[in-house]
């Protein structure tokens, strides 16, 4: 059997694009969450100050950081079109996942704060599908 890469469409690099400037963004928010000190949490809102004073169990930092990180590794080995993106948007969605389900057992959240993690699981999901997709069709091997 032979790899034969074929050439991907437009919408595959914009979705691929796309892809990494939500993971990146999602890499940021690991990196703000993880680096923020007492002085900046002062400055804060109030009703900010505490979400950040909030001590999660290390399994969930963990899982926080392997969603946000997979994620964004799987975007680049998309765009450089190795199918690593596969198992690695699986991991981020693994990740994803479990951090959201401990949100939604231990947090009490309204309709309008459940669409972001909700959505978070959805483009997971659909990264994983694309990946697969992308090495069906050869865009990616």
């Not at 890499?27 to 009703?47: C, H, N, S, W």
Request: with cysteine; proline share 5%; hydrophobic share 55%.
């Amino acid at each position: 059997m032979t790899n034969i890469k074929r050439k991907p469409p437009i919408s595959f690099w914009i979705i691929s694009v796309l892809a990494l400037l939500w993971n990146g963004a999602g890499v940021m928010a690991y990196i703000g969450r993880a680096f923020m000190t007492d002085e900046i949490i002062a400055q804060l809102p109030k009703e900010q100050q505490a979400e950040f004073l909030v001590e999660y169990p290390a399994w969930y930092t963990a899982a926080f950081a392997l969603a946000v990180f997979c994620g964004a590794l799987g975007c680049i080995t998309l765009l450089i079109r190795k199918k690593w993106a596969y198992p690695l948007f699986i991991i981020s969605a693994l990740g994803a996942i479990v951090q959201h389900i401990y949100l939604f057992i231990t947090v009490e959240m309204d309709a309008p704060t459940l669409i972001m993690p909700i959505l978070v699981i959805v483009i997971c999901i659909f990264l994983i599908w694309y990946a697969k997709k992308s090495i069906s069709k050869g865009w990616i091997n």
